[in-house]
């Protein structure tokens, strides 16, 4: 009664009642083997129909497909200006490109290196390991090891002096090393402190001594350190040269010959080590770039056997490494340019800004390219791989190579830009701080991901595609094969490798929401039994 009572506009419509499964009437839809490929059936205009329902990343991707021979060389072209400033690529070190620039810390930590010098706050030592524990104490050890000290330093000297004269640097060529830069048990002030020690060693004053020989030694006595000081700053060029020109004179001086005409009588001064930030600093950066070819290396070839038998093909890995060394050429190229050239220093943004200079010239820090190598590496191939495996879908479904990447790139062109936006944005935070090392890194990262993201799986492995497509036999992914299909393609309707079974917008249509095409036949199936 209450239904009675309401209007008649506010009665609901009867909700029909779905028919048995027998009775629905069979979709007037042909089968897809007898239909011809939708994307290769152009309209009067002579574009595909589908492409342009495939949204735009297919729209790009059929035309970058068609003008290959253009878009492909014009890519080559546009990473050959970074080749060479990538062969200049160079690399400072220290710690100022690991402060932030502009804060109070860091600009103390600069007044105490120009009032006390860079060795005030990272000393060089020379650390001795005599013959026996005793020689600490033993005058004639003593003696040996202040004067081949004394001979380090005239050979530092001439060393400097003649670097100075060759690149005409004035202060170099007047460049000196005095014995008094040395400080330790056998040398005080540029004098030998031999006869010192021996006295002190004496039982009168035995408790003066070990308090002395314990203040440059170990307990056991059996290393001793040397404290070195310089005016120039070790983490310079400059400073790197006078730290290999003193390593090559201490290590011609681990024998002291008091008298060359009776080298018999030479006394064993023991082994010596330089050590100190610079120097470890030094050897690091260069064990780490003299292995970085090796490194690379084997990246590239770990990367093809993984995709290779990942993809069951040979020139999927191939073409896979080669758009990522085009990503690392431009990506690395315009970092040197940024940074060590100052291409972008005359807009004045600090994440842009040249390295620090001073004495050291404009570079990339050190453990900057070589971070960022690593993680380019991952995220390049991330990107390349969950683009190539829709691809692959596609083609084993019987689509050819050109419809095959169209087909990903509708559906994996939007979800590989937005992750590439989201990396970019979770990098660029590196940007927004003041210390080098980070905005160098951040830089790297978010040129590269937005070069694999909108270039190489948009552009470059289209192209790249195109034209291996032109090769008999879909070379693209030689020597796989398609899988055994349960359903027979008629001959009659193939076009070449351009047939493909997508439905049509019709044929999809009329199969309504609810159902889909297995992909070879006409038979709709529902969402539950879809594997």
């Given at each position: 009664p209450m239904l009675d009572a309401q209007p008649a506009a506010m009665r609901r419509a009867p909700v029909p009642v779905a028919a048995e499964p027998d009775a629905l009437e069979e979709p007037a839809v042909q089968p897809l083997h007898a239909a011809p490929s939708p994307l290769a059936e152009p309209t009067a205009n002579g574009t595909p129909p589908d492409v342009l329902a495939l949204g735009f990343w297919a729209r790009l991707g059929?035309?970058?497909?068609?003008?290959?021979?253009?878009?492909?060389?014009?890519?080559?072209?546009?990473?050959?200006?970074?080749?060479?400033?990538?062969?200049?690529?160079?690399?400072?070190?220290?710690?100022?490109?690991?402060?932030?620039?502009?804060?109070m810390l860091t600009d103390s930590f600069i007044e105490l290196q120009a009032t006390f010098g860079v060795t005030t706050v990272f000393p060089n030592t020379v650390v001795i390991l005599p013959p026996a524990p005793l020689d600490l104490s033993q005058r004639a050890w003593l003696n040996a090891s202040c004067h081949a000290l004394r001979e380090v330093g005239r050979n530092v000297t001439e060393v400097m002096r003649a670097h100075g004269r060759a690149t005409g640097d004035a202060v170099l060529a007047n460049y000196t090393m005095d014995a008094s830069d040395f400080s330790g048990v056998m040398i005080q002030g540029g004098l030998c402190t031999g006869l010192l020690v021996e006295l002190l060693e004496s039982p009168l004053a035995k408790e003066w001594g070990d308090m002395l020989i314990g203040a440059f030694a170990n307990a056991e006595r059996t290393a001793t350190k040397v404290k070195v000081t310089t005016t120039l700053d070790p983490f310079s060029t400059v400073g790197q040269k006078w730290i290999d020109a003193l390593r090559v004179a201490l290590d011609a001086s681990q024998r002291w010959v008091p008298d060359p005409s009776f080298p018999h009588e030479a006394v064993v001064v023991g082994e010596i080590h330089l050590t100190g930030m610079a120097e470890e600093q030094m050897d690091g950066a260069a064990a780490t770039f003299a292995s970085l070819p090796r490194v690379i290396g084997a990246t590239l070839v770990i990367v093809m056997c993984v995709l290779g038998l990942a993809f069951r093909s040979l020139l999927v890995p191939v073409r896979a490494v080669l758009c990522l060394v085009w990503m690392l050429i431009v990506t690395f190229g315009v970092a040197v340019l940024v940074y060590q050239t100052g291409v972008l220093e005359a807009w004045g943004l600090r994440p842009f800004s040249v390295s620090p200079a001073p004495p050291a010239p404009h570079a990339l820090f050190w453990?900057?390219?070589?971070i960022a190598f690593s993680i380019l590496v991952g995220l390049g191939l991330d990107y390349d791989i969950f683009f190539m495996e829709a691809v692959v879908e596609h083609y084993d479904h019987g689509?050819?190579?050109?419809?095959?990447?169209?087909?990903?790139?509708?559906?994996?062109?939007?979800?590989?830009?937005?992750?590439?936006?989201?990396?970019?944005?979770?990098?660029?935070?590196?940007?927004?701080?003041?210390?080098?090392?980070?905005?160098?890194?951040?830089?790297?990262?978010?040129?590269?991901?937005?070069?694999?993201?909108?270039?190489?799986t948009k552009v470059i492995i289209p192209c790249a595609m195109a034209m291996l497509d032109l090769i008999p036999g879909d070379a693209n992914f030689w020597p796989r094969e398609r899988p055994v299909s349960g359903h027979a393609i008629d001959p009659s309707n193939v076009n070449s490798r351009r047939t493909t079974l997508m439905p049509s917008v019709a044929q999809r249509h009329s199969i309504g929401p609810a159902n889909h095409f297995d992909g070879a036949g006409s038979t709709p199936y529902t969402d539950a039994n879809r594997t």
């Open positions: 059929r035309l970058v497909q068609r003008a290959w021979w253009l878009f492909l060389p014009l890519l080559v072209a546009a990473a050959a200006p970074f080749v060479m400033p990538l062969l200049r690529l160079g690399y400072i070190e220290g710690v100022l490109s690991l402060l932030p620039r502009g804060d453990m900057s390219p070589c689509f050819s190579p050109r419809d095959a990447v169209v087909l990903a790139l509708r559906h994996t062109g939007t979800t590989i830009c937005v992750a590439g936006v989201i990396m970019f944005l979770a990098f660029g935070a590196l940007l927004l701080g003041s210390t080098p090392i980070l905005n160098q890194i951040g830089f790297l990262l978010c040129l590269g991901v937005l070069i694999d993201c909108f270039v190489t």
